[in-house]
């Protein structure tokens, strides 16, 4: 069964520096999406990307956070100075369509802000 | 915010129907009820979605009342894997995002 795959699993940085979080989502999915979930909250949806652009953001996506697709099967997330309360696990999601009723949610990425 | 309301944990007998209810009172002509439920550490993994009829898939049973106002997710058997955060979500069939909410944390006991 095809999957969402996210890279690293974990990745520890000093605050200030930029991380990029990278997923590759399943080949035939055009809708693409980055959720975070703080240890022991809600998690909390970010952007979605369609077309080569933003669809839509959430106040937590400010001007520190970019989203990319480099190529036909990247999707990256961009912190561009981290801060503390970024860490969390951030969650990269696809889907077939903007009425797919179902998202493919990968494994995640554990982001350790020091 | 999230528009539903779950209690915050279950208990269920493992080999036995784990029923989750969802009150979503506010719910409107063109939301979706959907369920989604995130094993520890793992991402969210959709279960089932419905409009206004009962739905049934290979993992669930999903019962929506009349009045759209609540629904129930039914695990038939439920086993220590189905162990998990469980979330009910209204959403429009058009919207992009999903916002979760606490869900209800199902303990599956041996």
């Known amino acids: 069964e095809p999957e969402v795959t996210q890279t690293p699993s974990h990745q520890v940085t000093q605050m200030g520096q930029e991380v990029i979080l990278r997923c590759v989502p399943i080949?035939?999915?055009?809708?693409f999406y980055w959720y975070r979930q703080i240890l022991g909250q809600k998690v909390e949806f970010l952007v979605s990307?369609?077309?080569?652009?933003?669809?839509?953001k959430s106040e937590i996506f400010d001007d520190q956070f970019s989203v990319e697709r480099p190529d036909g099967s990247n999707f990256t997330l961009k912190i561009r100075s981290t801060k503390l309360e970024d860490s969390a696990m951030y969650f990269c999601?696809?889907?077939?369509?903007?009425?797919?009723?179902?998202?493919?949610f990968g494994p995640g990425t554990r982001l350790t802000v020091t | 915010d999230a528009k539903t309301t779950q209690p915050t944990s279950m208990d269920c007998a493992e080999g036995r129907a784990a029923n989750l209810p969802c009150n979503h009172s506010?719910?409107?002509?063109?939301?979706?009820v959907y369920w989604y439920r995130q094993i520890h550490s793992q991402g969210p993994q959709y279960i089932i979605h419905?409009?206004?009829n009962n739905e049934t898939n290979e993992m669930a049973s999903l019962i929506i009342t009349e009045d759209r106002k609540s629904s129930t997710l039914i695990l038939p058997h439920a086993t220590l894997r189905d162990t998990a955060v469980y979330y009910c979500?209204?959403?429009?069939?058009?919207?992009?995002?999903?916002?979760f909410g606490k869900g209800t944390r199902l303990h599956i006991l041996p």
């Open positions: 999601a696809s889907s077939e369509s903007k009425k797919s009723y179902e998202q493919y």
């Open positions: 080949s035939n999915h055009l809708y």
């Open positions: 990307f369609y077309n080569n652009e933003i669809s839509e």
């Open positions: 506010t719910i409107s002509g063109n939301e979706y």
């Open positions: 419905g409009l206004k």
């Open positions: 979500i209204v959403r429009e069939g058009r919207d992009d995002k999903i916002i």
